[in-house]
């Protein structure tokens, strides 16, 4: 499998994709052509408003997209694909809309027999084995938390060290230990804003200037730094 999963779209005072966009060009280098985008994690805003922002943000890398939401047969579609991009949103809705539209068991085949996926945020969350380490609000109820399974490990995007002050609120790291408590024998990790994971020929590395948070049952909480060995995050 060849994958790209990016924590965020942007960070606070850059543009949209501004960091992502280059290696999203180096990526799908070679599959720049019928490149399909799932933009069903839009909520407040309409899936053509999403196609459109993200071609204006990959025009540079010579990439077009084609939402997904505008094929008369969405599973031929993503079949006849060279490469498949989720974008960010309410990680719900996504998997409830691919889950009803059939397509997310055909990306499922095509990315596990070598098409490139990219995905950001809840694109990233999907390819775990679950999306219950999303952050979002269950604003709509997919039929199984169940995703892609990409990875055998499972991505909180926009992971947070912060406690803001007078919120009585659990920490994202209280949530995450919450998570593992109920599933002891899966990895979390806490992908900070402006990083990269990149699967590529059974390898996994980061791209990013912070660090990973590693969440496992029996462990403390450790950070590790980009250029680590992360190999036995991939072990299933």
């Not at 809705?93 to 085949?109: D, F």
């Not at 990013?208 to 680590?228: A, V």
Request: proline letters at 6%.
């Amino acid at each position: 499998m060849k994958l790209l999963l990016i924590s965020n779209s942007a960070s606070p005072g850059e543009t949209y994709l501004e960091k992502p966009a280059e290696d999203i060009g180096a990526f799908l280098e070679g599959a720049k052509e019928q490149v399909v985008l799932i933009p069903f994690a839009a909520v407040t805003y309409s899936f053509d408003e999403y196609v459109e922002k993200v071609n204006k943000a990959l025009a540079p890398q010579g990439i077009r997209v084609t939402g997904i939401h505008t094929a008369k047969d969405p599973i031929r579609t993503i079949c006849q694909a060279s490469a498949v991009i989720v974008g960010g949103g309410n990680t719900f809705q996504l998997l409830k809309m691919m889950q009803e539209s059939g397509i997310l068991n055909a990306i499922s085949e095509r990315v596990k027999n070598g098409m490139p996926y990219v995905g950001w945020s809840a694109g990233s969350n999907v390819a775990s084995p679950t999306i219950c380490t999303t952050n979002d609000m269950p604003i709509v109820e997919p039929s199984s938390f169940k995703s892609f399974g990409f990875i055998p490990f499972q991505i909180n995007p926009h992971y947070l060290d912060a406690h803001p002050s007078n919120h009585g609120g659990e920490t994202r790291e209280q949530r995450i230990l919450e998570y593992i408590e109920a599933n002891p024998d899966t990895y979390v990790v806490g992908l900070r804003e402006g990083c990269r994971l990149f699967v590529e020929e059974g390898k996994l590395r980061m791209v990013g200037e912070k660090t990973l948070r590693i969440f496992r049952k029996g462990d403390t909480p450790y950070e590790l730094q980009p250029n680590s060995d992360l190999q036995f995050l991939m072990k299933r």
